[in-house]
């Protein structure tokens, strides 16, 4: 149990370009969503917190409008970078818990900005 | 702030038991223990959380100090799969903070 499906895997695009990344809890309610961003020999650090129904909880430093997050259902997120330049290039980790329970992450998608 | 100390690496035999121990000296009473892994390239995978008691489940067996200042995970049979970086991370609303955690290595 507790299965956390993202999508893509791995993304490689054009500067300018946004893409969208879907998060889905598979067999259980996600009453919380996080998304985290891990660059190459990094920890992962937080980027947001998303109930379902509200708006996001960005961290320090993550900019709202680059980085939106939908959370619209009890099963799925999205994480759309928005005019991606190759700074935003790192490995972006979902994760997804119901109420007092503890996380289970999904695989990642590594995403790459040329 | 870290509020965990981890050794940055260690090596374990195959087959044996590995101890990853954990240091959270600063953690506080609604604080629970959780330990994650990650393996090269993937999302980190939930092994087993507690809060004071001792606690087992089919990945491992987490053993808390009286006082809760420490912790060690117990891989009870290490396999060459169980290479992977180890978070030991303290929290109290599920806003988890990833440190550098513990590069194990499983040598055969």
């Known amino acids: 149990g507790a299965v956390v499906s993202q999508h893509p895997s791995r993304v490689i695009c054009k500067s300018g370009t946004s893409v969208k990344i879907e998060c889905r809890s598979l067999?259980?309610?996600?009453?919380?969503m996080f998304w985290y961003r891990q660059f190459p020999k990094q920890s992962l650090m937080l980027m947001a917190t998303s109930n379902e129904g509200s708006k996001a909880t960005y961290e320090q430093g993550v900019e709202k409008d680059k980085f939106l997050i939908n959370h619209a259902s009890l099963t799925l997120s999205t994480l759309t970078v928005t005019s991606a330049h190759p700074e935003d290039s790192s490995f972006y980790i979902c994760?997804?818990?119901?109420?007092?329970?503890?996380?289970?992450f999904g695989d990642g998608t590594r995403l790459s900005i040329l | 702030d870290a509020k965990t100390t981890q050794p940055p690496s260690m090596d374990c035999a195959e087959g044996r038991a590995a101890n990853l121990p954990c240091n959270h000296s600063t953690i506080s009473g609604n604080e629970y223990v959780y330990w994650y892994r990650q393996i090269h390239s993937q999302g980190p995978q939930y092994i087993i959380h507690?809060?004071?008691n001792n606690e087992t489940n089919e990945m491992a067996s987490l053993i808390i100090t009286e006082d809760r200042k420490s912790s060690t995970l117990i891989l009870p049979h290490a396999t060459l799969r169980d290479t992977a970086v180890y978070y030991c991370i303290v929290d109290g609303n599920n806003r988890l903070a990833f440190g550098k955690g513990n590069q194990v290595v499983v040598i055969p």
């Open positions: 507690g809060l004071k």
């Open positions: 994760s997804a818990r119901d109420t007092g329970q503890p996380q289970h």
């Open positions: 067999d259980f309610q996600a009453t919380t």
